[in-house]
Structure formats: structure tokens, C-alpha cells
């Protein structure tokens, strides 16, 4: 009998590695598609128990809520930052996975002392709803209003998520990207934690007048 050609060795090789690749790959994607569906239900459970869906519910009861606020006094910022339009963006929870909320823009004046830093007044406060599930610590970025929002500092801020009273620092700010690990400015931030009744804290909301982001209320007028 004729030898077999090196071609039909190849054909016939294929066709028995066809079923395993087909397995892996199929393995490979229902992994991925589990990993997404994670990541997409851990950000549906968290919007659907963030604190502006919780407020819009039309049930009557007067159930006692656990607020995380979250006030944004000022920044003290390098002079190199003069004149950016700049906001600061509250993200509570693990990476990836957090709730955030973001102050309204403010752009940085030109510095007038020659200490190089610039005091910039925010005076917004964000709240959330407190869970037991996410981190007792809240990341702080600020980054650019513009259209691509890029991060120009970062810091966090750990509390301790039974502690009621209010705690007041002034968190250092480490730069990004070209001002990359040196520290351009502080950030002063209040921290509480405290039991409300839903029904006082929407009358509270409606007196202060308040933005409802998707996963968190900003109060852009005077501390909650």
C-alpha cells in the first residue's frame, strides 16, 4: 500500500486537534463572559442600592439610612495648575467597582503669594449610601473638566465605617502623568458617617437644593 502524503497527515492531525481547540476556546470565553457578567451584576447590585434609587422610591416607610458624606472644602494647588478647569471626583468602594460623584468644575486662579500654591474653594459635599460590602475608604481624584477627563492627582482617605463623628484632613494629592509622583497640593476633606430617617433626609435634600448623579447626591451649596 501507497504511504500517506504529508498532506493528508496534516488534514487528518487538524482534524483531531478541531475538537480541543474548540473546547478551549469555548472555556476561555465562558470564563470571560462569567468574569463580565461579575463585574456587570456587582455594578447593577450597587446602582440599585445607591442613594438617589433608594430616595426615588415611592414607598412611604421612614426607615433609618446610614449616609456617608463626603465634604470637599478646598484644595490648595501647585501654581502649575493655574488656570485648568478642574473638578474633584469621589469614588467610594473598590476599584472598578466603586460609586462615584463628582464636585462641579472650578477653574484655579493665578498664584499671588510666592509659596507656588494656589487655594481654590469647593464647598460641595457628596453623600452615598453607606454598605457594609465596600471598602472604609474613599479614593479621591482630581482631573480635568474637559471632554476626556484625565486624572491630574490622586489620594485616599480611610475612616472608620461606625465612626459617626466627623473627621477632618488634609489629604496630600500625588500627581499623574506629567507631574507623575510628586505631590501638587492637599485637598481639605470632612468625613462622617450618620443614621438619618429617609424621610428627613429627602426634606433636608429638597431645602439645600441637590444634583442626583447615578450612584450618589451632590450638594453643591453649603455642608450637609
Request: proline share 3%; aromatic share 4%.
Amino acid at each position: 500500500s501507497s504511504a500517506s502524503s504529508p498532506q493528508g497527515r496534516d488534514s487528518g492531525v487538524t482534524r483531531e486537534m478541531e475538537p480541543a481547540t474548540i473546547m478551549l476556546a469555548t472555556g476561555v470565553l465562558s470564563a470571560l463572559a462569567a468574569h463580565s457578567g461579575g463585574k456587570i451584576a456587582a455594578r447593577k447590585r450597587l446602582t440599585a442600592a445607591a442613594l438617589p434609587q433608594v430616595l426615588a422610591e415611592r414607598s412611604e416607610d421612614d426607615s433609618t439610612l446610614f449616609v456617608l458624606s463626603v465634604h470637599v472644602r478646598s484644595a490648595s494647588l501647585s501654581s502649575q495648575l493655574a488656570g485648568r478647569q478642574l473638578r474633584v471626583c469621589v469614588k467610594y468602594g473598590q476599584p472598578r467597582e466603586s460609586i462615584r460623584c463628582d464636585t462641579v468644575a472650578t477653574e484655579v486662579p493665578e498664584a499671588e503669594a510666592a509659596s507656588g500654591q494656589v487655594e481654590v474653594p469647593v464647598g460641595q459635599t457628596c453623600l452615598f449610601l453607606s454598605q457594609r460590602d465596600l471598602s472604609s475608604s474613599v479614593r479621591l481624584r482630581l482631573v480635568d473638566a474637559g471632554r476626556f477627563g484625565r486624572t491630574v492627582g490622586r489620594a485616599e482617605l480611610a475612616f472608620d465605617s461606625a465612626w459617626m463623628a466627623m473627621k477632618q484632613s488634609d489629604v496630600p494629592l500625588t500627581g499623574v502623568g506629567a507631574l507623575s509622583d510628586r505631590c501638587i497640593g492637599n485637598l481639605d476633606v470632612a468625613v462622617s458617617m450618620r443614621a438619618v430617617s429617609k424621610g428627613n433626609l429627602r426634606r433636608s435634600l429638597q431645602a439645600a437644593g441637590v444634583t442626583l448623579q447615578r450612584g450618589a447626591v451632590l450638594v453643591e451649596s453649603a455642608k450637609f
